[in-house]
């Protein structure tokens, strides 16, 4: 007599209802257990199976299985009834479909790659309060990426100090002085007085170019202390508050999507631990479904690569990662991405950072185009003539770009722009 009912998990002729959600998996299955097995225990232990036949199964329960639908070489399609998700609560989601199962001894490897969500799912997330379109108002750029620049060192300088470099970067044309991941409040440069000082740099910064400037500071900490950060940070009229997301986890940034937005604070969402999990192509979870579920708790900004600095994301990720984030529908890569549509719902600034100088501007942009942020970091405080001159040969790179100008030639009238290359040409850090 079978001691188990993993196979009931297990169906190739089931076609998934419009309000099903559809999760496809990357897996591979433990020696001696079949692929068909190992797809009906990920089905199975991610929703109302377990690992033994049960005295009593009320008949009911079996509308609420999931099933194993699909499986193509390594990928497995399984769809998930509606009935078994909290309604509005994408921490549970969690819980469910990238919970235990990658911890199951019946399969070697496994990988969330994505999750289709159906109207019915989507329906009850407010998304992004923004939107791409809300932001640019916001900032008042029109036709050209958001930039910034976050101090570097990441994490060192006083708020003063902070705050000096801020308006460097601000008098160098750039939108936006970010916080490093590991900046929250130190003994050396506490958040309210970062918020103070810089908040005097901002107003002294607009009333000298005209411009709208404004900031990205991490109010990253438990969600009460996140809650009284994000009032500050409204209370001297900055437009964003900036969250490491992984860390400060899916429960916290739920809770901080309505109180920012109430407080009318776009959020800046740092993925810092995302490689922890995302990195490894046989195991963990895709940042494409990171992406995605920021999107539906409704983030304005994440960070989502550059392919051609110094962190790990190729250009084909990027490339999707930026339709994720950006379209109204979402079309299906096989093995990739599922097709999705998101009724409406705002989409979301990607933000490519990371080793990225003048030099490199213009393979970034090829690759996303205009619509994304940009922060250049590094790249401008290592300019031979400091923040506010590397500031300038970065926008200056974007100009070009924009004018279909070889960096070269903008660079024959910027002394600013000759000079980072000069330095840095085209070269690519790893
Ligand atoms: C970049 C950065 C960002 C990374 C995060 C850093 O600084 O501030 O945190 O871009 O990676 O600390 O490395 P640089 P990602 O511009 O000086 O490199 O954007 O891939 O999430
Ligand atoms: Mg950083």
């Known amino acids: 007599m079978s001691t188990d009912w993993y ?16 999760c496809l998996y990357y897996f591979e299955p433990a020696r001696g257990i079949s692929r068909e097995e190992a797809a009906g225990r990920i089905a199975s232990e991610s929703s109302t199976g377990t690992w033994t036949t049960l005295f009593t199964l009320p008949p009911r329960m079996k509308d609420l299985q999931a099933k194993a639908f699909e499986i193509g070489g390594k990928y497995v399609k399984i769809a998930y009834p509606l009935d078994l998700w909290e309604e509005g609560n994408a921490v549970q989601l969690m819980s469910g479909i990238a919970g235990n199962i990658f911890g199951m001894k019946a399969v070697k490897s496994l990988r969330l790659q994505d999750a289709r969500l159906p109207a019915a799912y989507i329906r009850h997330f407010r998304g992004p309060h923004f939107g791409i379109d809300g932001i640019r108002r916001m900032m008042k750029v029109k036709d050209r990426p958001l930039t910034g620049a976050v101090p570097k060192p990441k994490i ?7 705050a000096e470099i801020g308006y460097e970067t601000w008098m160098g044309g750039f939108d936006l002085v970010k916080d490093d991941e590991n900046l929250t409040s130190t003994s050396f440069n506490r958040f309210e007085d970062r918020v103070r000082l810089l908040a005097k740099m901002r107003e002294k910064a607009e009333k000298e170019t005209g411009e709208v400037k404004s900031a990205l500071i991490n109010i990253t900490a438990d969600t009460e202390t996140m809650k009284r950060r994000a009032q500050i940070l409204a209370d001297y009229g900055w437009k964003y508050a900036m969250i490491d997301v992984v860390v400060a986890g899916t429960a916290g940034v739920m809770t901080m999507r309505d109180h920012c937005s109430d407080l009318g604070l776009a959020i800046h969402a740092h993925r810092a631990m995302h490689a922890a999990f995302n990195r490894n192509p046989r195991h963990g979870i895709s940042m494409q479904f990171l992406a995605k579920l920021m999107r539906l708790i409704g983030v304005s900004q994440i960070h989502s690569g550059t392919a051609v600095g110094k962190l790990a994301g190729t250009k084909r990720e990027v490339g999707m990662l930026a339709e994720v984030l950006r379209e109204p529908h979402t079309k299906p890569v096989p093995g990739m991405l599922l097709e999705q549509e998101w009724n409406g719902l705002k989409n979301v600034f990607p933000v490519s950072s990371g080793g990225l100088h003048p030099g490199l501007v213009p393979d970034v942009l090829d690759i996303y185009g205009k619509d994304i942020v940009l922060l250049v970091s590094g790249g401008i405080h290592g300019h031979p003539r400091g923040t ?14 924009k004018a279909g100008e070889t960096l070269e030639e903008r ?4 002394r600013e722009l000759r000079e980072a ?10």
Do not use: C, Q, Y
């Open 156 to 162: 060192g300088f006083t708020a003063e100090e902070h």
């Open 7 to 22: 196979m009931d998990f297990v169906d190739l002729n089931h076609h998934p209802a419009e309000n099903e959600i559809v």
């Open 388 to 401: 506010r001159a590397g500031a300038i040969a970065a926008m200056e790179a974007i100009e070009a770009w």
């Open 411 to 414: 660079a024959t009238h910027s």
């Open 421 to 430: 290359l000069e330095k840095w040409g085209r070269h690519r850090p790893i």
